[in-house]
């Protein structure tokens, strides 16, 4: 079974810092993309960034370019995503994700997500 649990969410400031995490289990890590997603409410769900694990391709939505860093600990079957410099429109859910495929994680629509952690960023 996949699975895919985030944490690393909270309440931060405009110009914080947070660091999300995704454990994944239960398929075989370097075969994936693992990124994530966010939903801010009423509007898409979007692909904020992702990575290949097995060549260490990546992909940042403009959006967060230069401000958010995605890495991945082949040991742990974990994925990181260290947001810096924080804006009020970052504040979303933000899910993991994964697929065999980069272009769906980009696209919002992988074959697993998990549950979500929200991100708020306070002006």
């Known amino acids: 079974e996949v699975q895919l649990v985030e944490s690393g969410g909270g309440l931060v400031q405009a110009g914080g810092s947070l660091r999300l995490s995704c454990a994944a289990s239960?398929?075989?890590?370097?075969?994936?993309?693992i990124g994530w997603l966010r939903q801010a409410p009423g509007k898409e769900r979007e692909g904020v960034s992702c990575?290949?694990?097995?060549?260490?391709?990546?992909y940042y939505a403009d959006s967060v370019k230069g401000r958010f860093t995605i890495s991945v600990d082949r040991a742990k079957n974990t994925v990181y995503l260290q947001m810096n410099s924080l804006k009020p429109e970052d504040t979303a859910v933000y899910y993991c994700?994964?697929?065999?495929?980069?272009?769906?994680?980009?696209?919002?629509?992988?074959?697993?997500w998990g549950q979500g952690t929200q991100v708020t960023v306070s002006s």
């Open positions: 990575i290949s694990s097995s060549d260490g391709s990546t």
């Open positions: 239960g398929f075989s890590f370097d075969d994936y993309i």
């Open positions: 994700a994964a697929d065999i495929w980069m272009n769906s994680v980009v696209a919002g629509q992988p074959d697993y």
